[in-house]
């Protein structure tokens, strides 16, 4: 167990909703990064968060949104959602802001189901 | 731009034999690299990194990676695999230049272990 928690497991929606996946970092740890995994893109960076601020982005949709609460835990949005977002998505923490050395540790993954 | 490469999709060992998963990398300034395990239906979990110093690195349940900066290479090895060690494995790199420390994946590479 990482340590890092997300919720929830599996989600199933229609083309066209949007939807929250909700991840709560290690305890004491600042930096939470989303990254998406789907068969054809392979594991991708989406958006990294330090202590509320956004801090990196990577291939990140413009419909796909992210926010970092006071209390540290990271919300991911995603809305007007398409087949093709179908994919487990990861949410992962480390302690510090800047540092390519960290480790970053990952949660379980929510597995996103687009019918 | 940085990439990961793990030029094999699969590799079969048998139990107790040597197990070896490559990889190889290109990015502009000094790398820093990880191995993760997946288990079915589990998060990434962190195996070992390499950051400086000694090229040979250990890591958990038994693994361990020689970085080689003439063949850009970080492969991870096992000296006697187990049943237990199937699972997807994945290489990652963070070049020095980042400083935020977002995560370039490869493919992957899927280890299966036969009795």
């Known amino acids: 167990d990482s340590g890092v928690t997300q919720t929830p497991k599996h989600l199933i929606t229609a083309t066209g909703q949007r939807v929250t996946l909700r991840c709560s970092p290690r305890?004491?740890?600042?930096?939470v990064y989303w990254y998406q995994q789907s068969l054809d893109q392979g594991l991708q960076f989406l958006i990294q968060?330090?202590?509320?601020?956004?801090?990196a982005k990577g291939n990140i949709l413009e419909r796909f949104s992210a926010q970092q609460f006071p209390d540290l835990h990271s919300e991911l949005n995603l809305s007007s959602l398409e087949l093709g977002d179908s994919a487990l998505y990861f949410c992962?923490?480390?302690?510090?802001?800047?540092?390519?050395?960290?480790?970053?540790?990952f949660g379980p993954g929510t597995r996103l189901t687009v019918l | 731009a940085q990439s990961v490469a793990q030029p094999e999709d699969q590799v079969n060992v048998a139990e107790g034999n040597p197990l070896t998963v490559k990889c190889t990398y290109s990015?502009?300034?000094?790398?820093?690299l990880f191995w993760y395990v997946q288990y079915p239906n589990r998060g990434l979990q962190f195996l070992l990194k390499y950051i400086t110093g000694d090229n040979l690195v250990k890591g958990s349940y038994g693994f361990e990676a020689e970085f080689n900066k003439s063949q850009t290479s970080f492969h991870l090895k096992k000296p006697s695999a187990l049943v237990s060690d199937s699972a997807l494995y994945f290489c990652?790199?963070?070049?020095?230049?980042?400083?935020?420390?977002?995560?370039?994946f490869g493919a992957g590479t899927q280890v299966v272990v036969t009795p």
């Open positions: 990015v502009s300034g000094n790398p820093y």
């Open positions: 968060y330090y202590n509320g601020e956004e801090r």
């Open positions: 990652a790199v963070s070049p020095s230049t980042d400083s935020w420390g977002k995560l370039q």
């Open positions: 992962a923490s480390s302690s510090l802001a800047r540092g390519s050395t960290d480790t970053q540790y």
């Open positions: 305890s004491g740890d600042l930096s």
